[in-house]
């Protein structure tokens, strides 16, 4: 089992920044990706970034150049550091972590992770 548990979120002017973080417990070897997902009333999970135990990361296009994904492997912690914020950002963002391997193609896929945190909001004015 994968206990995850994300920090950070909160309210924000339109430009401004955040900082999400996402601490993982438990059976934390067995993690071979970590991702970002958002989701607003509504709508399906979104896929935001991710990053591969090997370091490799894929970004959402809406979020290129704005959102960074890090890990601190020794901390078993992971980060979502968020710059120029848009109101089209607001959302539940949730941690998640695949204990299996899958293609580079898939990992923005919702559907290709087995653990969650329990979610934090983020709330961008304009």
């Known amino acids: 089992q994968v206990q995850l548990v994300e920090s950070g979120g909160g309210s924000v002017q339109s430009g401004g920044s955040l900082r999400l973080s996402c601490a993982a417990s438990?059976?934390?070897?067995?993690?071979?990706?970590m991702g970002w997902f958002r989701q607003t009333p509504g709508k399906e999970r979104e896929g935001v970034a991710a990053i591969d135990s090997d370091g490799s990361t894929s970004y959402a296009d809406s979020v290129k150049g704005r959102f960074t994904i890090s890990q601190d492997t020794d901390k078993n912690t992971l980060y979502l550091q968020m710059h120029s914020l848009k109101p089209d950002d607001s959302a539940v963002y949730y941690c998640a972590a695949r204990t299996s391997y899958t293609t580079p193609s898939l990992r923005l896929s919702a559907s290709e992770y087995n653990y969650w945190g329990q979610g934090t909001q983020v709330t961008v004015s304009s």
């Open positions: 438990g059976y934390t070897y067995s993690i071979h990706c």
